[in-house]
């Protein structure tokens, strides 16, 4: 599996999960809440803090028509029109560069998901270190060439997608001479039921394409990214906001600091916690071999004795003999004296 370097941190299945804070719309077009939000990403460890760069006019038409207006009741944005809704959930472009500035001073990994062209080259100016590529626009090839013709890692989101639907986009990256692709896992769906996340995709995904694999979530709470974590997955995406009751496009299926913090604690604890096939106890098991059960001469016998269920009893510590052999020992004869408290050994038997 290809290890991949974005920023300072390698990711790979060597490592433990590359986290990322999408801010998404949850700036509520305020520059000075997007700073804070920088500032708690940061504070949170996660790894990296992911934006959006687009426009409505690079989304959507501005018409009144049934087709650009949301009509699922369960969605949390029923009722919206297209044009209106991207209009307050886009990150306005002139943001990104002290966006980027302020990442820098923090040591904090920023980069985008571009959902235009013309994205992507605001984004190279800003020296972006890998692109993201968004479920909904993954079978915007031209795009999906674009972001992989500048050389840097590609993250694509694969909702809604089919297996022909992904392998059209790898192969687009791959087309321009672009390898270092990382998949993400995710059901476009806001917010998403554990049951909808089909984590078992994970490493189906992984083998079939022979790409590393993460999680894009729209989950509530960590049970499902830490779950993906101990399934393999190498890179954990999730929405980001400073509180949910203030609200915004995507405040609903978001975590809060303290929520992102305890997913870059206990999604490194599940990675770790997978190792290897082991069996009979590993190394650090030893020490605890001595609290298992074993056979021990439970009252003093003489040089000639029969052992019996009195005198002979499966207790701890565990240094004596294995249990099992007690069917064998019982009615055999001692050849020495032995005192309660002697650890039964076949030298014994005479």
Same mark, same amino acid.
């Given at each position: ?13 060597? /490592? ?7 801010? *998404?719309?949850?700036?509520?077009? *305020? ?12 504070? *949170? ?19 009144? /028509? ?11 944005? +029923?009722? !919206? ?9 886009? &990150? ?6 002290? @966006? ?8 904090? &990994? %920023? ?27 993954? %079978? ?22 089919? =297996? ?23 059901? *476009? ?10 984590i078992a995709t994970i490493p189906h995904? !992984? ?11 729209? &989950?509530?709470? @960590?049970?499902?990214?830490?779950? +993906? ?19 915004? =496009? ?23 916690? %997978? ?32 052992? &019996? ?16 052999? @007690?069917?064998?020992?019982?009615? !055999?004869?001692?050849? !020495? ?10 030298e014994f038997i005479g």
């Open positions: 599996m290809k290890e991949i370097t974005i920023g300072k941190r390698p990711i790979g299945p060597n /490592h433990p999960p590359f986290i990322i804070a999408e801010m *998404s719309g949850n700036h509520n077009q *305020s520059l000075d809440r997007a700073m804070e939000l920088v500032e708690a990403a940061a504070e *949170s460890g996660v790894h990296a803090l992911k934006l959006q760069t687009a426009s409505p006019d690079g989304l959507t038409l501005n018409v009144d /028509h049934p087709d650009f207006l949301i009509d699922d009741p369960a969605s949390p944005w +029923a009722g !919206r029109n297209l044009y209106q809704l991207y209009k307050e959930a886009v &990150t306005p472009w002139d943001w990104h560069e002290p @966006i980027f500035k302020r990442c820098a001073e923090l040591g904090l &990994t %920023v980069f985008s998901s571009p959902f235009e062209q013309s994205a992507v080259d605001l984004l190279e100016d800003l020296d972006a270190p890998c692109y993201k590529i968004a479920s909904f626009e993954l %079978v915007d090839l031209p795009l999906v060439r674009k972001a992989a013709a500048t050389g840097k890692p590609l993250i694509m989101s694969t909702g809604m997608a089919t =297996v022909s639907d992904i392998e059209d986009a790898v192969n687009a990256a791959k087309e321009v001479g672009n390898d270092q692709i990382i998949l993400l896992k995710c059901t *476009s769906s806001y917010p998403a039921t554990a049951g909808d996340a089909n995904l !992984r083998e079939m394409f022979g790409l590393q694999v993460g999680l894009s979530d729209h &989950t509530l709470g @960590i049970g499902v990214p830490c779950a +993906a974590a101990a399934l393999g997955a190498t890179v954990i995406e999730k929405h980001f906001t400073l509180r949910r009751s203030d609200g915004g =496009v995507d405040a609903s299926f978001s975590l809060e600091p303290h929520e992102f913090s305890a997913l870059v604690e206990e999604s490194e604890r599940a990675w770790a916690s %997978v190792g290897s096939v082991v069996y009979g106890g590993a190394e650090i098991e030893k020490k605890s071999l001595k609290f298992r059960r074993s056979l021990y001469i439970a009252k003093d016998v003489k040089a000639g004795d029969t052992l &019996t269920e009195e005198n002979l009893r499966i207790v701890r510590p565990g240094y004596g003999l294995a249990p099992k052999n @007690i069917d064998v020992l019982l009615g !055999r004869k001692v050849n !020495r004296e032995l005192a309660a408290g002697t650890a039964m050994k076949w």
